[in-house]
Nanobody, 119 residues
Framework: EVKLVESGGGPVQAGGSLKLSCLAS?????????HGWFRQRPGYEREEIAD???????KYSDSVRGRFTISKDYVKDIVYLQMNNLKPEDTAMYYC????????????WGQGTQVTVSA
């Protein structure tokens, strides 16, 4: 069973940085999985903000491009989200997710970690 556990969230002032981690375990074939970071802001639907495939190619939403960086350590099986220049509108619950790279649907989710950015 694949499990994802996020950590690294917390309070931060605007302009600051946080690095989220997502520890993955239980992969039958870890190279077959791609990963993404999602967030759900108060009053908004959940949105995908970053994606990394098994060739380390990345994609970002317009709202975070240039400020956030997704990366993956295949030795430690950790997916990171480095968040810089945080804004109050980045306040959200952040989720790590995994999908088989041959599929487009994320089927495996972590429990989430809260990020709160104060002005």
């Amino acid at each position: 069973e694949v499990k994802l556990v996020e950590s690294g969230g917390g309070p931060v002032q605007a302009g600051g940085s946080l690095k989220l981690s997502c520890l993955a375990s239980g992969y039958p074939t870890k190279w077959a999985y791609c990963h993404g970071w999602f967030r759900q802001r108060p009053g908004y639907e959940r949105e995908e903000i970053a994606d990394i495939n098994n060739a380390q190619q990345t994609k970002y939403s317009d709202s975070v491009r240039g400020r956030f960086t997704i990366s993956k350590d295949y030795v430690k099986d950790i997916v990171y989200l480095q968040m810089n220049n945080l804004k109050p509108e980045d306040t959200a619950m952040y989720y790590c997710a995994a999908r088989r790279c041959r599929e487009s649907t994320y089927r495996i989710w972590g429990q989430g970690t809260q990020v709160t950015v104060s002005a």
